[in-house]
């Protein structure tokens, strides 16, 4: 194509874009260049090679597992290990995610396995731009590349969760609403770091928010939390929700066309399941806030502590139900408990590690004008409590200062009350 | 001296990692992913070489693979059906706008004021029109080349460029 007599031509020419930065380039060179050493081509042609396999190797079984041992072998030596942690701009960061990761990802089997780990993977996204954004170094370009890989990852968990809800429904639960706690933990993060400079995160949230969109026909009806006494019993009916906590996708045994003695076997082992997650995760969350108490401050600690007093609740309220055989209901609560207990997770360790207090409004009036403009898909109407006080205890006559504020959990500003039946309750909880 | 095949593979990138970027990066909604799948280009050639697969010519094997790696990023965030829609929705333009020679569609463009067009309308483009546009007349790329990495015959790459011409012209007159 000869430019001088072609002025299309010309004129596209001008109007492309710009080439990779330098160090764009030369990151990605030396990405393919650990990436071509670590698999170099085999010096022997194929033919040559599958002969002295199965010489070696008769059976296929042997030579599957020889290789996962060289992969294990790798995964936990030298240039791996030395980029774990790394993030985006640090020199091994591309052997991260173009070599380690993928030789990870190749080693889980089971559909368990891969949904957890690509969860993993698009938790680990988040975490990196946390880390970034704590450092002032979160750029839009370096967001925008953590926001595709995380939306690939969680696009695998989803596929991959499908086929595990067949297979395990009650570890499909936990696994979702965990993952989905997690993001909506992160959504909060990164909606208080908008106005913070070096903390581009437009992509991310908008990221999260597909995927939650996308998740939207997995979940059943949110829930609404309050702090309440834990041993006092709320009534009235499910409405709106404090935060996008789903439920889990709770399988329906009748669905998997099984017996009614059957379906109420799978469905306590699911509540079960749930039970044992939630408590875990309740511990956790202790744990951290134990842990991190002295960089965080007091008062966040103790509003963590509060929102996970609300979580104690749900389990004690889903292990009386249990004991009165209603395993769907009581799987709700231990949903509701599993959801605030991994969101305060995230939230208190990005208040360590960004300096940020997640339980203060700067937004308040915001949402206050505007108390339907959830991000999260609502299931069902919101019907504000007539009590105030909030699960996520919005400071509204307390300004933040200069610190990045969170708004409260998505959703209505006066969550209505943890619904439960108690023995003797007539209504049904959870809108059932 | 015989080239290694790793020295083969970094040179291509040397050559063509920019073009590739610059293609990706007008076919794609954002840079990020224009960068992810340039290298995911780059990393498919090495497969392909360790696989025991040999590359004659490197720049039409690599347009090749980051063509497919684009198609699999729209088919994965469905976007094929909004290209669908736009298709049926310039279907009466095309028709309307496909008279006439390449030659006098290319010149119909005012060059100053099309190449703030270009930019705004490009991506209002179906894919499948704006990569035979980028290919041609960004990457260089000739028809025969073009039709060797989509695919398709060389005579129905020179419809389609011809048309999407036709529909990028259109798409620009309301600016004029």
Not at chain 1, 151 to 176: F, I, N, Y
Not at chain 1, 352 to 369: N, V
Not at chain 2, 10 to 37: G, M, N, T, W
Request: charge should be neutral; proline fraction near 5%; include cysteine.
């Amino acid at each position: 194509m000869d430019n001088d007599r072609d002025p299309f031509a010309n004129l596209f020419m001008r109007a492309a874009p710009e080439p990779l930065a330098a160090e764009e380039r030369s990151r990605m060179r030396a990405t393919l260049s650990e990436y071509s050493a670590f698999r170099p081509i085999p010096s022997r042609p194929r033919a040559q090679r599958v002969a002295v396999a199965r010489a070696l190797f008769p059976s296929g079984r042997a030579a599957v597992a020889s290789a996962i041992v060289a992969c294990c072998i790798f995964v936990s030596t030298g240039i791996a290990f030395a980029s774990e942690g790394t993030v985006p701009g640090d020199l091994l960061y591309g052997v991260k995610v173009g070599v380690v990761e993928p030789i990870q990802t190749a080693l889980m089997f089971s559909p368990q396995a891969q949904t957890a780990w690509q969860q993993t993977l698009a938790v680990r996204r988040l975490k990196e731009a946390t880390t970034l954004a704590s450092e002032g170094a979160l750029t839009k370009t370096t967001e925008e590349r953590l926001a595709v890989r995380f939306s690939r990852s969680a696009q695998q968990a989803a596929v991959g969760a499908k086929t595990q809800h067949a297979q395990d429904p009650g570890e499909a639960a936990v696994l979702a609403t965990a993952f989905s706690a997690r993001l909506a933990g992160y959504q909060d993060v990164f909606e208080g770091l908008r106005n913070r400079a070096g903390a581009s995160t437009k992509a991310l949230v908008a990221a999260i928010e597909a995927r939650n969109s996308n998740a939207g026909s997995e979940n059943l009806a949110e829930v609404g939390i309050m702090p309440v006494n834990p041993n006092a019993a709320a009534r009235g009916t499910v409405a709106g929700s404090m935060h996008p906590l789903e439920a889990a996708p709770i399988a329906s045994a009748s669905a998997m066309g099984t017996s009614a003695a059957a379906e109420s076997t799978s469905t306590v082992r699911i509540a079960e399941r749930m039970h044992t997650a939630a408590a875990e995760a309740l511990q956790t969350s202790m744990n951290v806030i134990a842990l991190v108490e002295s960089s965080v401050g007091s008062t966040t600690a103790a509003q963590a502590r509060a929102q996970l007093d609300t979580a104690r609740a749900a389990v004690q309220q889903g292990e009386a139900l249990l004991v009165h055989h209603d395993a769907t209901s009581a799987s709700r609560a231990f949903t509701v408990a599993l959801s605030i207990s991994t969101r305060i997770e995230v939230l208190v360790r990005a208040a360590q590690s960004l300096k940020i207090d997640p339980f203060t409004d700067a937004t308040t009036s915001e949402r206050t004008a505007n108390p339907h403009a959830s991000t999260s898909p609502a299931t069902g109407p919101s019907v504000p409590s007539s009590e105030s006080t909030t699960a996520t205890g919005i400071a509204s006559s307390t300004p933040h200062g200069k610190s990045a504020a969170l708004p409260p959990a998505h959703g209505q500003p006066n969550p209505p009350a943890i619904q439960g039946r108690l023995p003797g309750d007539l209504e049904s909880p959870f809108g059932l | 001296m015989v080239q290694s095949a790793k020295e083969s593979y970094l040179e291509a990138f040397d050559l063509y990692a920019d073009a590739l970027f610059r293609h990706a990066q007008l076919r794609l909604p954002s840079r990020a992913q224009a960068i992810d799948l340039t290298q995911d280009t780059f990393i498919k050639a090495w497969d392909y070489l360790r696989g025991g697969g040999t590359i004659h010519h490197w720049k039409s094997f690599l347009y090749r693979t980051l063509n497919n790696l684009i198609i699999d990023e729209y088919r994965r965030s469905k976007s094929d059906s909004l290209d669908a829609l736009l298709e049926a929705d310039l279907a009466d333009a095309t028709a309307r706008a496909s008279t006439g020679s390449r030659e006098e569609l290319e010149a119909g463009f005012d060059a100053a004021f099309a190449l703030e067009r270009v930019h705004a309308v490009l991506p209002q483009l179906p894919d499948t029109d704006r990569s035979v546009i980028v290919m041609r007349y960004l990457d260089g790329l000739s028809p025969h080349e073009i039709a060797d990495v989509i695919g398709i015959s060389e005579n129905a790459t020179s419809v389609r460029l011809h048309r999407a011409l036709g529909k990028l012209r259109k798409l620009c007159e309301p600016f004029a």
